[in-house]
């Protein structure tokens, strides 16, 4: 191990001190701070430091086989999380991700995401929260900042 390199909780625990000691500075934790084997870790900092927000870029493979906790999780937490992707343009991906977060579809396997050996299950998120993680989260930070 490099002495160099944080390992993932050092580097969790960086972000949550970081956010904590600059209240006024908006911290976007890409990929769910790679929390997605436990989002608890993710929700207690989001509990102690409004200012941190998170994307669930390239995590799709990893939530999709636990519906019902990612879909609390993203109830809960529906004003500071935003729609994200590292996965390219194209038709399917998105097709494929807005199947995920807005149907109630079970056990499938989204060509797209072939590499992934588990099945997906749709969170079938209540619109007034896809709308605040499709869009309107990330309007209502820009002009937060925007103004500051």
Not at 19 to 47: E, Q, W
Not at 73 to 90: A, L, S, W
Not at 109 to 122: C, L, T
Request: with cysteine; aromatic share 14%.
């Amino acid at each position: 191990k490099d002495p160099a390199v944080l390992r993932h909780a050092e580097g969790i625990a960086t972000l949550s001190a970081a956010a904590k000691k600059h209240p006024r500075v908006t911290f976007i934790a890409c990929h769910l701070a790679n929390t997605c084997y436990d989002l608890s870790i993710l929700g207690r900092m989001f509990d102690t430091c409004p200012n941190l927000y998170a994307d669930f870029a390239a995590r799709f493979g990893e939530l999709a086989p636990i519906p019902r906790a990612v879909a609390k999780f993203f109830e809960r937490y529906q004003d500071r999380i935003f729609y994200g992707t590292d996965n390219g343009i194209d038709t399917a991906m998105y097709r494929t991700t807005f199947r995920w977060l807005e149907s109630e579809d079970e056990h499938f396997y989204p060509p797209r995401f072939q590499s992934y050996h588990w099945a997906w299950h749709g969170l079938g998120l209540d619109e007034s929260i896809l709308k605040k993680i499709y869009r309107g989260n990330a309007l209502r930070l820009f002009d937060r900042l925007r103004n500051h």
